[in-house]
């Protein structure tokens, strides 16, 4: 569930700290205690330095696998020989026994019995190994004198190269490694957000703090602050603290230590774009006094108009919405040329103007653009075709016309209008209720949720916005004591809607999913994963994914056709018989680790402590999206995530000279297929990195240009490849590839 980028700070700062105090790498990753392995990671490790792996979960009746050892394959071909422990990683299963150990052993020799060569066996009191006792250590030497398998006291490298040794023709596991514990997925809303928020702050903070120190050779080094507010987050992602298992009291620490992580991404953040900003120049030719007794806000002289900067931190160029909380007259772009504007509602309710104005910005990749803001001067604007029906509740745009049904408020039409063809075979965004009385925290043994209580129903549905910008339409619904609020938002020139959403959750044991049945054959169902993007069977199983899952299939016309689902922190969802289920919520007890342990007739007591309770906020795209058969629409969904995710950052600026101008672009990556993960300083030196990845899982090339650093870079990509390059101060010095350690590869 961490990001692909946190998963590479994971090993660079960890392994580095081996290095500081050890003076050497770990070479095996153990991770014993996760709920699952996403199917990047034999990458990600071998770029970290690290050849082996160590695992427990799944165990052996959540996955087959061919044996306990064997390599484990990304798809880009990276290896690692990898070991699941058949038994445990100590003695707890065994803890009630006179000898654990004794008791462990003969458990570990009926499970491998089946098995040849050197396997390994754990033992020790204590969670997650701990340390052996006396009478552990005495067991084992009475077990080495008998007859039997040669027991030898060891640790995990040295079996790793006995292994080797051995030359054994370990068997090739490919893909991800699930699925234990399905409910941690979407328990405990907060933490999964506030993780997603901690980690797009501080990439934005590199980013911009990168863009800050090329432009203007600022000197501040912000690596020290960044990298302390990174270890924040990444502690948060232990698995039981982001599988939302750990009781009440437990995130309210994370909630503060993910809060540190963004205040001082902010800080970084808002200190680079001030200095840019501040160097660009706004003031032209003619000289003037500033005053704010035209306007408090925005301080206007003379209608020459209000610069704004808009900074974008992706790698491509980005057009998205940009809200000023003020009632404008007029907007332009650097050259002066109109854009269409909109009022809308502000969060604002305690002043007279109630206002603020909306417009479509479009700024270069990792750069910036100035738009200018007329507080009085009004301009045509090219016209835009948004249209609204307040009696058929239907909003449209030049390529979508989307209905709403008037009792239950779900998606009723999706028209394609240039094909003719309807999206979805059913109603869609339909809130499902779906029980889970018999759910424990963690969900064990649950692998689908489809135990259908309820829907939201006795919808109230208005249109709340109409312009030349977008249209807003309302639904909000209810069930039991809970009511649900979804704003759908259609802008001109998307194929997609945004929506809002707020649910008042009042429900126990209970799971809110929303479902999007696509109106096609022959489906596939594709998810985004850490740094790469994977197909899973559509059998109804609860998944796990980053920022967009998505379900492809033929419509009647033979046309491929696919809809995306992109969040912004609810990660889970499944898909069964082509229809898409987006996973907003659950409820369960806080930390019950059986579900039944509460009450006689197994039922949970009324004043246990559920998740989520009372007011929660979610947002989430609709995207329409051609499929060809193939991955490569992965490449759209991935820049429109992380756009979903990382918005704009914006300057209201004053007058004044500087060296910069209007429009900037530092950082572009030709075609679309390879997307930026980091670009940041170097942890030590003087250089700078670019984190690059394959989108699609098909080999390409990619033309890199940073005129930020004075560099071009002609790559060639593995399918899902990640590279990441270091491009040193001195531009007489080639850019280097280097692993996820920053050291040459």
């Not at 230590?257 to 991404?265: D, Q, R, V």
């Amino acid at each position: 569930m961490p990001a692909g980028e946190s998963f590479a700070r994971q090993s660079l700062y960890g392994q580095r700290y081996f290095l500081k105090r050890f003076g050497r790498c770990a070479r095996v990753g153990y991770n014993v205690d996760s709920f699952g392995h996403n199917a990047m990671l034999p990458q990600i490790l071998k770029k970290s330095g690290m050849d082996s792996y160590v695992l427990m979960r799944p165990h052996a009746h959540e996955l087959s696998l061919p044996g306990s050892r064997f390599w484990w394959q990304s798809p880009d071909g990276s290896r690692v020989r990898t070991f699941r422990i058949p038994t445990c990683y100590n003695n707890a299963e065994c803890s009630g026994q006179e000898d654990p150990v004794l008791k462990r052993h003969e458990s570990f020799m009926e499970l491998t019995k089946d098995e040849t060569g050197s396997l390994m066996e754990f033992y020790g009191v204590g969670n997650h190994g701990g340390g052996p006792t006396r009478r552990n250590i005495d067991t084992l030497h009475a077990l080495q004198k008998e007859n039997g398998p040669e027991i030898v006291f060891s640790s995990p490298e040295a079996f790793f190269d006995t292994l080797e040794t051995e030359h054994a023709e370990l068997p090739v596991v490919r893909g991800e490694l699930q699925h234990h514990a399905s409910g941690c997925y979407s328990a405990c809303m907060d933490i999964k957000r506030g993780n997603r928020r901690a980690e797009q702050a501080l990439l934005e903070a590199e980013s911009l703090s990168a863009l800050c120190e090329g432009l203007l050779h600022d000197g501040r080094d912000s690596r020290k602050k960044i990298y302390d507010a990174w270890e924040k987050v990444l502690f948060n992602q232990f698995h039981d603290i982001m599988g939302g298992c750990c009781i009440r009291a437990a995130y309210q620490d994370s909630a503060d230590n993910l809060g540190y992580a963004c205040t001082i991404a902010e800080d970084e953040a808002n200190y680079a774009a001030q200095r840019i900003a501040w160097h660009i120049d706004t003031m032209g030719e003619p000289a003037f006094s500033l005053s704010k007794d035209q306007d408090s806000l925005l301080w206007e002289m003379q209608d020459k108009g209000v610069p704004l900067v808009v900074f974008n931190t992706h790698a491509w160029e980005v057009t998205a919405p940009v809200q000023i909380d003020k009632d404008l007259a007029g907007v332009t772009d650097e050259t002066g040329r109109p854009v269409p504007i909109q009022f809308v509602r502000s969060p604002r309710g305690n002043v007279k103007n109630i206002w603020d104005t909306v417009f479509q910005a479009s700024v270069p990749p990792m750069g910036y653009r100035v738009y200018w803001c007329f507080c009085n001067k009004k301009m045509e604007a090219p016209s835009t075709e948004i249209r609204t029906d307040t009696e058929a509740l239907s909003i449209e745009n030049e390529y979508l016309r989307v209905s709403f049904d008037h009792t239950t408020g779900t998606i009723c039409e999706w028209l394609d209008k240039e094909s003719g063809r309807t999206l979805f075979s059913g109603p869609a965004a339909l809130p499902v209720v779906l029980d889970e009385t018999n759910a424990n925290t963690w969900g064990h043994s649950i692998y689908k949720w489809d135990e259908v209580s309820g829907m939201f129903a006795d919808a109230r549905v208005r249109v709340m916005e109409h312009g030349p910008v977008r249209a807003r339409v309302r639904v909000e619904s209810s069930y039991g004591k809970s009511t649900l609020r979804q704003d759908f938002m259609l802008y001109a020139g998307r194929r997609a809607l945004e929506v809002e959403g707020r649910v008042f959750w009042q429900e126990r044991n209970k799971m809110l999913k929303l479902r999007f049945p696509l109106n096609a054959e022959n489906t596939r169902s594709f998810y985004q994963i850490p740094y790469g993007v994977l197909e899973r069977p559509e059998n109804g199983y609860e998944e796990p994914y980053q920022q967009w899952m998505d379900v492809c299939g033929m419509a009647d016309d033979g046309v491929g056709i696919g809809i995306a689902l992109l969040n912004t922190g609810c990660q889970s969802g499944c898909v069964e018989n082509g229809t898409l289920g987006f996973t907003v919520l659950r409820s369960p007890v806080f930390a019950e680790l059986n579900a039944n342990f509460m009450g006689e007739a197994g039922r949970h007591e009324e004043d246990a402590d559920c998740m989520d309770q009372g007011e929660r906020f979610f947002s989430y795209t609709i995207l329409q999206h051609s499929f060809d058969g193939t991955m490569d629409h992965a490449a759209q969904l991935t820049r429109e995530a992380a756009v979903r995710n990382r918005p704009f950052r914006v300057c209201k600026e004053t007058y004044h000279p500087g060296s910069l101008g209007h429009h900037y672009s530092g950082l572009e990556i030709s075609g679309d297929r390879v997307a930026a993960g980091t670009f940041k300083r170097a942890e030590e030196g003087e250089g700078w990195v670019l984190r690059l990845h394959e989108t699609t899982g098909r080999a390409c090339k990619a033309s890199v240009a940073i005129p930020l650093l004075h560099r071009t870079v002609e790559l060639s990509f593995g399918p899902q490849e990640i590279k990441t390059l270091l491009l040193p101060d001195n531009e007489a010095l080639p850019v280097q590839e280097v692993d996820l350690l920053e050291r040459p590869l």
